[in-house]
């Protein structure tokens, strides 16, 4: 189980997107046309993955908002262990409970790719409408039975500052360009696999 973002541009673009994805290399950025997303993508667009080490997990989990899920479960923990409230709280601003892991070097280090991926994006839409998409698979990309998503459109500003919700479909047009999606038939509404 993998989180995957599909990203498509104008065929004509692929140069482009080839040329901007060298300069941010914390991301890895190929054409793959065979995964189940693609179907969502503008017609005769070419279609990308997004990712980082083999899927996009770190990608999407530094873009999602923040989780006090862990946090929250960890402090009941140590309250039931009779721990007082100053004690608990030190104990999770210190991050004693991050399993092993340094807790602020795992977050800059999402962070640095977060804002790769969004310099990616907006380098991108520079000068060219894009389409992104991002779906927690649980089985292969090129067969997986995609929820009903959402579409929608945003000016590549408004997506820099959103935490890029999953299962919608995301139309940027291109800051040198006036693009309406709907006039491609891509209306802002529900969409069907």
Known sequence: ????ITMSVPRTHTSLVERIAKNHPEVEVRLSPDTTAAALCPGGNAVYLV???GCSCDICLA?????TTDTERHRAKLKNKGWSHAKIERAISEGSFTKGRNA???ADSFQIVVNAFRALVSDIAATSPLTLFRHMYRGAIATEQLPTV???SLPVADFSASHFPPDTVVHIGARSANLSFEADGFAA???KP
Do not use: E, K
């Open 150 to 152: 959402v579409a929608s």
């Open 189 to 191: 509404a529900q969409l």
């Open 63 to 67: 873009v999602s908002p923040p989780d």
């Open 51 to 53: 990712t980082r080490g």
């Open 104 to 106: 602020s070097l795992r």
């Open 1 to 4: 189980m993998c989180w995957y």
